[in-house]
Structures are given as C-alpha cells and as structure tokens.
C-alpha cells in the first residue's frame, strides 16, 4: 500500500477507494465530524454496497451512502465524498480515487 494510505476498499463498480492518514484525521477532527471516529468500519461498508450519485457540478466528485441502525444521536446514513481523479494508469483506469471526507445525517 502507498504511503500515508490507511485503507483501500473496492466499490461495487470495481474501482478502488483509498482512504488517507491525513483524510481520516481531518474528518474526525472535533471541528469537523468526530462522531465518526467509532465508524471507521462502516465507511469501508459504504463505499462497498452503499447508494453512489455523481455529483452535477462537479463529474469528478460521487457521494456514496448507506443506511445504518447503530449511529449517534437520530443520524440514519453515513455519506462518503469521493474524487475520482482520471489519472491514465497502464490500463486505462482511474488511478486517484480518494475519500474527501465523511458524516452521518438524518434521512426521514
């Protein structure tokens, strides 16, 4: 694994996510979302299985969510912000494909 990667995980459209040192302490930070700092686990779950919708602003950015039944507070889903950046590797594919950050939220 590339250094400062903590993780990669593959979505269920075969394209490998990474998740950062620098990434996972931003999102935990107090000043940002530390409520996630307990659901580490999950992101991996959503970024797998989880509901994926490009952005219509930004084609390079999708937002990844799942449901869950154990999360603070009324929260109901984690939502994933991932770049893709279109990097031609040897074959083609993307090769830059990180988590930007991460939260949960209510949907009712």
Same mark, same amino acid.
């Given at each position: 694994m590339t250094a400062g990667r903590r993780w990669?995980?593959?979505?269920?459209q075969n394209n490998l996510i990474y998740m950062?040192?620098?990434?996972?302490?931003?999102?935990?930070?107090?000043?940002?979302?530390?409520?996630?700092?307990?659901?580490?686990?999950?992101?991996?779950?959503?970024?797998?299985?989880?509901?994926?919708?490009?952005?219509? /602003?930004?084609?390079?950015?999708?937002?990844?969510?799942?449901?869950?039944?154990? /999360?603070?507070?009324?929260?109901?889903?984690?939502?994933?912000?991932? /770049?893709?950046?279109?990097?031609?590797?040897?074959?083609?594919?993307?090769?830059?494909?990180?988590?930007?950050?991460?939260?949960?939220?209510?949907?009712?």
């Amino acid at each position: 694994m590339t250094a400062g990667r903590r993780w990669t995980v593959q979505d269920h459209q075969n394209n490998l996510i990474y998740m950062t040192e620098e990434r996972w302490e931003h999102i935990i930070d107090p000043l940002n979302h530390p409520e996630m700092a307990g659901y580490e686990e999950h992101l991996k779950e959503v970024i797998q299985y989880g509901r994926r919708q490009q952005d219509s /602003l930004n084609p390079q950015k999708y937002r990844y969510s799942h449901t869950f039944t154990d /999360l603070v507070e009324d929260n109901t889903h984690i939502v994933v912000i991932v /770049l893709f950046r279109f990097n031609e590797g040897e074959n083609g594919e993307a090769t830059n494909n990180y988590i930007v950050t991460a939260y949960q939220k209510a949907v009712w």
